[in-house]
């Protein structure tokens, strides 16, 4: 596997290096040495799987607050998102800055999300899904969300919004959030 940090410290893409012949390929996703390489020493402890109807839809941006911060890798393994990530870890040199890569079944790419950061993606493609590792359970009083049009945050999504559940909708400014949330 190839790991690229980016300039968000901590968060890598990762590419697996697939071995192809007459049959397709094989590829390792997840191999415990190369990740403890790059810092990784937790163990993931829930593995979920999203699927999105709808081109264009937007799911996110979410996290988990202490004591249920989370890493997260993810997979995308069928269509393709445009995966972001939002540093929101308070003192970083890069807080609320954002990063975005596209996820694909043709370009393998995994995204290794740091704890202190918000995740969301929009899909690209009509039934799309993503594998989710993470290193937490979800507890849901630790909860939280950024609205994806955060002007703050300026992301430039890719496509017009298809669809946004009720609660990603409801999310408050990140104005609101800082002012009062310990992340």
């Keep these: 596997m190839i790991f690229r940090e980016t300039h968000l410290g901590g968060a890598y893409v990762i590419e697996p290096e697939p071995f192809r012949d007459e049959r397709g390929f094989f590829a390792r996703t997840f191999c415990r040495r190369e990740f403890e390489a790059v ?53 970083s040199r890069t807080f609320l800055g954002h990063f975005s890569v596209e996820l694909s ?46 002007p703050v945050l300026g992301i430039e999504w890719p496509l017009p919004v298809a669809e946004l559940s009720e609660k990603d909708e409801a999310y408050p400014g990140l104005s609101r959030q800082f002012s009062g949330i310990v992340l």
């Design 39 to 91: 810092g990784h020493h937790k163990e993931f402890v829930q593995f979920n799987h999203s699927h999105t109807r709808q081109k264009g839809t937007i799911r996110g941006l979410h996290y988990q607050r202490p004591p249920h911060a989370e890493v997260k890798l993810i997979r995308c393994i069928k269509g393709s998102v445009f995966d972001v990530i939002v540093d929101i870890r308070r003192g």
């Design 105 to 150: 079944e043709r370009n393998m790419k995994m995204i290794y999300v740091p704890e202190g950061f918000a995740h969301g993606f929009q899909a690209l493609e009509a039934g799309t899904e993503l594998i989710y590792h993470h290193t937490a359970y979800y507890a849901p009083d630790s909860e939280g969300g950024i609205r994806f049009d955060d």
